[in-house]
């Protein structure tokens, strides 16, 4: 017998076998495509997730509606410099330890302590002379030593104060004397800026009243764009921040300095994570004064149409307890005392694109679209096809 005949035996032999694999083996993946976590996923699907309030320990799922925005941007909003921070004038500088003065001092004539009397040839008369001394540091103790008046009490007093006590202390000694206090070098009415500045540096404060933007100004400016700084101040042991884009765009913001302030520039990178059927799977960075779920959508692409389950768009967030509704089962796992919450969009819904405008975007939120049940089918159904079509290609063979 020829060997083409032998193999047709074996091919016809074989065939009603491999019919009878093909068919057990579309039954046992109907079997196994019921089972749950079967077919390969990038994620849970949506009833997985929504069922999420039954487990132990509960995880509220809350529908987006108007209810939980408002309570979200009730719950964000942050205190401004403005309302926080005193706006006023600066009180009259006084000096401090550390502060450099010169003191000049005028007699009239005849001097008789400081200098001699000069004669004016054009107006045939005597004029005074000016005495200058070197600026000098105001001592630890707040004092300055000036020569036939002693040590001169200078600290916690404005220069109009110590030129008046310089003036009653030469009284008698001198002519007519007449003072001035000049600070040549302010160290105590300062307030500091740091951060990502070109430089950090002190910023001496004068009557002028120099405000925030001044401030962030002589130092260079931020090294970051204007919508990725935070702009913090510590003052008096409170500490309020802002973004610098917010205080830009609102002059009441841009405050008076007071002595003491300390200005941080930061650069804090806000972002959030997409998962699952989305346009694209990536961290997305935002700016500092925020954005809404509808401009987060949008940078990611939107959803895949072809897997996308347009109602299991959901937001996992460690979410203030303020913001959660009372009666909620809640269970704090931050040591700030933040707790889990999913928030659910329904994209199908014509009124979710609204309320996405008004859903504040929180840092390090999750994005997580669900695959749509037709996908999953499609999914089992391709794996079904392609292992029939193994086996009925062996058998036309």
């Not at 083409?4 to 076998?17: K, T, Y």
């Not at 917010?246 to 959030?272: K, M, W, Y």
């Amino acid at each position: 017998m020829s060997p083409e005949l032998i193999a047709n035996g074996l091919v016809q032999h074989a065939r009603p076998i491999l019919l009878n694999v093909s068919l057990l083996l579309a039954a046992a993946l109907s079997g196994c495509a019921s089972l749950p976590g079967w077919l390969p996923a990038s994620g849970p699907g949506a009833m997985a997730v929504l069922k999420q309030e039954a487990a132990e320990p509960p995880i509220p799922v809350m529908e987006l509606s108007d209810e939980v925005t408002r309570r979200l941007q009730v719950a964000q909003q942050r205190s401004t410099f403005a309302e926080v921070l005193s706006d006023e004038s600066l009180p009259a500088f006084v000096v401090g330890p550390g502060d450099r003065l010169e003191v000049s001092i005028w007699e009239a004539p005849p001097a008789a302590l400081f200098g001699t009397t000069m004669l004016d040839s054009r107006l045939g008369a005597a004029t005074s002379h000016m005495t200058s001394f070197p600026d000098q540091m105001v001592e630890e103790d707040g004092t300055i030593n000036v020569p036939f008046a002693g040590a001169v009490p200078a600290a916690g007093s404005t220069p109009q104060q110590i030129e008046e006590e310089i003036s009653r202390r030469l009284t008698g000694k001198a002519n007519q004397p007449q003072v001035l206090v000049r600070v040549t070098q302010n160290v105590t009415a300062n307030a500091t800026v740091v951060g990502e500045v070109a430089q950090s540096r002190p910023i001496p404060l004068t009557a002028k009243g120099e405000r925030l933007l001044d401030a962030l100004a002589a130092s260079g400016g931020t090294r970051q764009p204007v919508d990725k700084i935070t702009i913090q101040i510590s003052r008096a042991g409170e500490v309020i921040g802002m973004p610098l884009d917010s205080i830009i765009r609102d002059p009441e913001q841009n405050i008076r300095l007071r002595p003491g302030d300390v200005i941080t520039a930061l650069h804090q990178p806000l972002s959030f994570t997409v998962l699952g059927a989305a346009g694209r799977n990536e961290e997305i960075n935002f700016e500092a004064k925020g954005i809404t779920l509808a401009q987060a959508l949008g940078r990611i692409g939107g959803v895949q149409d072809f897997r996308a389950n347009a109602q299991g768009v959901f937001i996992f967030r460690f979410e203030d307890p303020a913001a959660v509704p009372a009666g909620e089962k809640i269970l704090p796992t931050t040591e700030a005392g933040q707790v889990p919450v999913i928030y659910r969009a329904d994209l199908k819904d014509p009124r979710t694109f609204l309320l996405a405008q008004n859903f504040p975007m929180r840092d390090k939120d999750v994005v997580y679209v669900a695959n749509a049940t037709a996908a999953e089918l499609q999914k089992f159904l391709n794996l079904l096809t392609s292992s029939i079509f193994s086996i009925v290609n062996i058998l036309n063979l």
